[in-house]
């Protein structure tokens, strides 16, 4: 094949071109340039449908030579497939007829052994004073930009399949909150169509006391004060049932790099506070069963005391005062007895529900302790408690937080197992309520501490100990908006744990 030269033809003067008489070379020259430059393919065509002039792009695309091309008719230049598919030569006789410019159309076109391309094309006319002299066909070649525009869509659509299959909440709404998309779990969750959800705010189908909240979340993201954010919000469905979800939050940008919107990702906690629930009362109720042998030598005084007092009663005597002081004796110890029993049935049956009510946090260690106390003596430990103030208003579920308390305790007498000091107190910090429980057992070697509060860790011999107990503690302390930390510890000297809840502001 000839090689193609880096000029290409241009009208002769044969064809019309009129001469200039200065600056000729340098007006041929710029408009060689400017021909085998340009990214479209170009074909000047005269009335005849003669190609005049095609420029380099169109050369080396068709696979073609300029000898070949320029003084050819259109028909010797295209196959007649394109020919009769596009009508190309009827649209350029009325471009010429006419003289306006052909409507951009797309045709599909093969060059002798290349692949497939496609263009868009048009046909403008070329006038003089008083005629269109040529036309000038112009192809752009959008072959790459139709791939890129199928892998886009393509790529829209496996998006879009993956947010619908997701058992995710996956939701998108615009800088203002409202919603834009609603995914098929969001449907499935809340009972809410993507209809009727999309255009509401989504702080508006939150937990009312939340509301506020998902609100500030989505302000704050959308001034670029937060890049990425997580928590958990409570949804209200379509039941008007709470559902809890587990929020990730992240931000939607434009070319500019501006927040446009946010997209939320929402996990459905419900089952997963089942088997949370589950979980609690089965770790609790273990608890219990370590705590058996003190709560039976606890009742085993009070019945001991009323057993004797009942003996004497049995045998006749003349005394009115030793018969009432035997009488005494048996209220009291039944009285003791039924407390005892009655805080044990309290502290092991499980919550009606996850509620948060506003409670005092200072009654909560006083009944979780009660329950603990007679362990305490078994285990022969001195158990030390000190309320600075007498109410520490905070809102939760006071059945799960006597169960961070109790483990928190009961790993505390563990770790001073044979004797040894542990105490607990609480007090004000501020906006917040602290519960201390320190002992002075063997403490938490430096090495664990930031391993103490993953699940199924623990040090204790194997059989003796799920790993758990802390785990747990930080999962209720954490859904509680508070935070559980080790605020001191010395190995062989003790340690001291600290929970640490906001306090409940009065309205």
């Keep these: 094949m000839k090689e193609t030269p880096s000029t290409v033809a241009v009208p002769r003067s044969s064809d019309s071109v009129e001469s200039k008489s200065t600056g000729d070379g340098w007006y041929e020259k710029l408009y060689h340039m400017l021909l085998a430059n340009i990214p479209f393919s170009l074909i000047l065509i005269d009335s005849a449908l003669h190609v005049v002039s095609a420029n380099r792009n169109f050369i080396e695309k068709a696979r073609r030579t300029e000898d070949n091309t320029v003084g050819k008719r259109i028909r010797e230049v295209f196959p007649d497939a394109i020919l009769e598919f596009t009508q190309l030569e009827a649209k350029i006789r009325s471009v010429f007829e006419v003289g306006v410019a052909l409507p951009g159309a797309q045709m599909t076109y093969r060059a002798p052994g290349v692949p497939i391309r496609s263009y868009f094309y048009t046909v403008i006319p070329i006038k003089t004073d008083t005629a269109v002299e040529h036309a000038m066909l112009v192809m752009d070649d959008i072959t790459e930009k139709l791939q890129l525009s199928a892998k886009v869509r393509m790529a829209e659509r496996h998006l879009a399949s993956v947010v619908e299959s997701a058992n995710e909440l996956v939701i998108s709404t615009d800088p203002a909150g409202c919603i834009t998309s609603w995914n098929a779990a969001a ?200 309320y600075a103030e007498t109410e520490l208003p905070v809102t939760g579920n006071a059945n799960l937080l006597q169960q961070v308390i109790m483990n928190l305790v009961l790993n505390a007498y563990q770790a001073v197992s044979g004797g040894g000091d542990v105490s607990v107190f609480t007090r004000r910090e501020g906006d917040q309520a602290a519960v201390f429980v320190r002992d002075t057992g063997c403490g938490i070697a430096p090495a664990h501490l930031s391993q103490i509060f993953d699940p199924f860790f623990t040090t204790r011999p194997v059989g003796q100990g799920t790993g758990l107990g802390l785990s747990i503690c930080h999962t209720l302390v954490r859904q509680h908006g508070g935070v559980i930390a080790v605020e001191n510890s010395v190995e062989g000297q003790g340690s001291t744990l600290v929970v640490r809840l906001p306090l409940r502001v009065s309205v």
């Design 187 to 386: 449907e499935r969750i809340s009972g809410y169509r993507s209809t009727v959800a999309r255009g509401r705010l989504l702080a508006g189908l939150c937990e009312i006391a939340r509301s506020k909240d998902m609100a500030t979340i989505i302000k704050q993201m959308v001034a670029g004060g937060v890049g990425e954010f997580f928590c958990e919000i409570n949804l209200i469905s379509a039941s008007g049932a709470l559902i809890p979800v587990d929020w990730s939050f992240s931000p939607i940008r434009d070319d500019s790099g501006q927040v446009s919107g946010i997209v939320a990702v929402g996990r459905d906690l419900v089952e997963r506070r089942a088997l949370e629930q589950h979980l609690y009362q089965s770790e609790k109720l273990a608890a219990l069963g370590v705590m058996a042998g003190g709560i039976a030598h606890e009742l085993r005084n009070p019945l001991s005391v009323s057993f004797s007092a009942a003996q004497f009663l049995l045998d006749p005597t003349d005394d009115p005062a030793f018969q009432k002081e035997c009488v005494g004796k048996i209220l009291q110890g039944i009285e003791r007895s039924s407390l005892i029993i009655e805080n044990l049935l309290r502290f092991a049956r499980p919550p009606s529900s996850n509620q948060a009510d506003t409670l005092n946090l200072v009654t909560v260690v006083r009944e979780t302790l009660s329950v603990l106390t007679p362990q305490a003596k078994l285990q022969k430990v001195n158990l030390i408690e000190h």
